[in-house]
């Protein structure tokens, strides 16, 4: 007999509806699984016949066909054990088939029949939503993952007896629920707070305009003096992930395999800081089946690269176009997926090698000459993307020494929020735009003109600093977003004048 099970398999960081078909006919004993199966696709062969008989199923001794519909799409991974052990089952008239056609299974079965979580169920359950489906079937683990879809029937099982159990009385089974609004509701708190923060009243005001407009941030400072202390607290005066952005984190998160056990909705904003031995596709995504990289689990969130200097120069390249694009292509023979990458960079580095230029402390044992060589390294074309370039000071002892607490992260947030509700109300005509930082030039000429005092301070500035136009543009969306903080509709002087003291690197050359 023949038997048709739906599953999916994983395109980027979406889901393509795939057909398991078993056929078992006369013939000598055996099992074949065609239809573009990678390695683990046709280890499954072992594995469910294993499992099958281990879970007191007797193996049908004839000759077994599978084959995986579309044939030109690539299937990897275990995730279609479970689709093929009932299919095997439905072939063999072991099951009823009449929940079939509206059910997409999937999940890996160990030896003794019991289900292991797999990757990407978030995104095969969003597409199981899209394309109408019922309601989908997952192993145990996965299943908290999956209900995160709204309006999506998910059964979640342990074993592969249960799921047989489920075919053959359905209405003995009720779905998973869970609340996806309530979840982001509940989520608690960043445990790392500004408050902890002492001093610092520049780079604190920083992040604060790197939050407000979405601005890359370097803060260049010497060792301990807090970069690295700074940096991650910036998550916290980030405004809350909507639950659209939420789902969209989610799903990458789930593609790339990070949710496998017990996951369920993310609802904080990432941080992702990758060491700085990682690799090339570790950073942007990459492998033969295309996965995302650190850019893309940061998106909607922040990448921390701390100690910039130390990372391979061709892996940070790689950043240059997806900091442009907001999102990075990767291409292979069989397929080229996009993945999206919209992140706020977040750098420290030292000022130089020895780490203590500009110290009041200890001197700087650096030869001029290998301070230049530095700063050139530095100021590279991903500097040139960096609208915020902060100096990071040593405390001073009466600072270090001060009890009293900076000022709360929610306190700031709460202006963060204010200022990105301003930024929206101008966006209005033009929802490609998320934060300032976003603008391109015609934004810069409609919103941020400048009267004639601000023309020549900027003019100033430009000779002064020898800007590049990227950077002088830089300079007026931080601008846009200091004046957004400040509740002002017009660009001033002041604003212009504090967003030009953000441009260290250049002023270091
Ligand atoms: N402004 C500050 N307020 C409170 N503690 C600080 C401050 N700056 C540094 N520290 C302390 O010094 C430690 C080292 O700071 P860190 O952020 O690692 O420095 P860096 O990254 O610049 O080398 C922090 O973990 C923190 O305990
Ligand atoms: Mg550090």
Not at 62 to 71: G, S
Not at 236 to 263: C, N, R, Y
């Amino acid at each position: 007999m023949l038997a048709r099970i739906w599953s999916a398999a994983i395109v980027g960081i979406d889901a393509v509806k795939v057909g398991v078909e078993v056929d078992i006919s006369g013939g000598l004993p055996g099992m074949v699984v065609v239809g573009l199966p990678d390695t683990a696709v046709q280890e499954s062969r072992e594995r469910t016949k294993a499992a099958l008989k281990n879970a007191g199923f007797p193996f049908p001794m004839r000759k077994i066909v599978v084959n995986l519909t579309p044939a030109d799409l690539r299937k990897e991974g275990p995730s279609f054990d479970l689709p093929i052990s009932m299919g095997v089952l439905a072939a063999a008239e072991q099951v009823k088939t009449d929940s079939l056609e509206d059910l997409l299974f999937l999940g890996e079965v160990s030896l003794d029949g019991s289900l292991r979580p797999v990757a990407g169920v978030l995104a095969i359950a969003a597409a199981a939503k899209r394309l109408g489906m019922r309601g989908i079937v997952v192993p145990a683990n996965n299943a908290r993952e999956a209900a995160v879809v709204p309006g999506l029937a998910v059964y979640g099982f342990a074993h592969l007896s249960e799921v047989a159990d489920f075919l053959n009385n359905p209405t003995g089974y009720a779905p998973i629920h869970l609340d996806g609004l309530a979840e982001l509701a509940k989520a608690q708190p960043n445990t790392l707070d500004l408050r902890d923060v002492k001093g610092q009243a520049q780079a604190r005001r920083a992040l604060e305009i790197a939050a407000a407009g979405g601005h890359n941030l370097v803060f260049v400072g010497p060792p301990g003096s807090g970069k690295t202390m700074l940096a991650r607290r910036l998550p916290s005066i980030l405004p809350a992930l909507s639950f659209d952005e939420a789902l969209e984190v989610t799903q990458i998160h789930s593609v790339a395999g990070l949710l496998k056990d017990k996951g369920s909705l993310i609802t904080h904003r990432p941080f992702r800081s990758p060491h700085h031995s990682a690799s090339g596709p570790s950073l942007v995504g990459g492998g033969s089946i295309p996965r995302p990289g650190e850019i893309s689990l940061a998106h909607r969130g922040i990448l921390f690269l701390d100690e910039l200097t130390e990372f391979k120069r061709d892996v940070l390249e790689f950043l240059r176009q997806p900091l442009e694009d907001g999102y990075v292509t990767i291409t292979r023979t069989r397929q080229s997926v996009e993945f999206p990458a919209q992140f706020t960079l977040v750098a420290s580095t030292n000022p130089c090698p020895c780490g203590y230029y500009g110290d009041p402390v200890q001197p700087c044992t650096c030869s001029p000459r290998g301070r230049e060589q530095y700063w050139a390294r530095l100021s590279g074309p991903l500097m040139d993307r960096i609208d915020l370039q902060v100096v990071v000071g040593r405390l001073k002892p009466e600072e270090m020494t001060r009890v009293a607490e900076g000022e709360p992260s929610e306190t700031v947030r709460q202006r963060v929020e204010m200022a990105r509700d301003r930024a929206h109300h101008r966006f209005a005509a033009d929802p490609t735009l998320q934060c300032n930082a976003d603008m391109q030039s015609r934004h810069l000429r409609a919103w941020c003109p400048l009267d004639s005092t601000t023309q020549t301070l900027m003019e100033t500035a430009v000779r002064k600093l020898g800007l590049s136009a990227r950077a002088t543009d830089r300079i007026l969306k931080v601008a846009r977003t200091i004046a957004d903080l400040e509740g002002a509709d017009h660009l001033q002087a002041q604003h212009v004048a504090e967003a030009i003291q953000y441009r260290t690197i250049d002023r270091m050359q």
